[in-house]
């Protein structure tokens, strides 16, 4: 399975993006696709993740509310809808997927990474 994402940038505070993650290869449904970020001199932590064959979705707290996760099955595509950016969101954001439906929030339990699209939230 191949990533590829996209839709990272700058923005003021307040402002909103969406990032969109690609999946290609051998791809099947029985999988779950994450969101990942990594700020400078911190660790990379779980932001958002999504069940692929229904849907189902799980959001770290601090963007609960304000982040959406999304699939479209024909495009093979995940997105995240990002409003009301603070600066605190700023860093480099991560797709990754794993084969099963859990909707772990380890970056270890996932198996693929996309290369990171970089978000700049300025206050």
């Known amino acids: 399975v191949q990533l590829q994402a996209s839709g990272g940038g700058s923005v003021q505070a307040g402002g909103s993006l969406r990032l969109s993650c690609r999946a290609s290869g051998s791809t099947r449904s029985s999988y779950t696709v994450g969101w990942f970020r990594q700020a400078p001199g911190k660790e990379r932590e779980f932001v958002a993740a999504i069940r692929w064959n229904d849907g189902t979705t799980s959001y770290a707290d601090s963007v609960k509310g304000r982040f959406t996760i999304s699939r479209d099955a024909a495009k093979n595509t995940v997105y995240m809808q990002m409003n009301s950016l603070k600066p605190e969101d700023t860093a480099v954001y991560y797709c990754?997927?794993?084969?099963?439906?859990?909707?772990?929030?380890?970056?270890?339990?996932?198996?693929?990474w996309g290369q990171g699209t970089l978000v700049t939230v300025s206050s």
């Open positions: 990754a997927a794993r084969s099963g439906t859990g909707l772990s929030r380890a970056p270890s339990m996932y198996d693929y």
